[in-house]
């Protein structure tokens, strides 16, 4: 039971950096939309959490079982853990944010994270309620 319980912490704690260590590479994205020459980028969030917890598949998500079966992001290249966004009108300046793109990132990552905390949080009640449970019988 405490295995479980432990496990499935770790996981939601790595879901739970990797939600705000995007959050950071968003509002950097966000900040730098004025910046010329200034690369948006991203992360694969499903790649990074399989490579961070050292699992073969996310609950939930879907596995490539063949090359080239899912592309990662449209128009996107993979750059280590990073992937570099493909503006979607050409700039004079060569800077790829595009605000909506951002924006609406942001808004979902900040709507996982709250979730990732939420779930945390209701694991941690049912298990000490649990326990409470035990100790008055």
């Known amino acids: 039971m405490i ?52 699992s073969a598949a996310v609950p939930g998500a879907l596995n490539v079982t063949a090359k080239g079966h899912m592309a990662p992001l449209a128009g996107a290249r993979a750059d280590h853990e990073k992937l570099y966004a493909s503006s979607a009108q050409t700039n004079l300046d060569s800077n790829t944010v595009d605000m909506d793109r951002e924006r609406a990132n942001f808004v979902d990552n900040t709507v996982k994270y709250e979730a990732t905390l939420r779930f945390i949080n209701g694991s941690v009640r049912t298990t000490l309620d649990a326990m409470k449970s035990h100790n008055a019988a």
């Open 3 to 54: 295995n479980r319980l432990t496990n499935a912490l770790n996981f939601q704690a790595q879901a739970l950096s990797l939600r705000s260590e995007r959050q950071r590479q968003l509002a950097s994205n966000i900040a730098n939309a004025d910046t010329p020459g200034y690369q948006a980028r991203d992360m694969d969030f499903a790649r990074a959490l399989r490579e961070a917890t050292g």
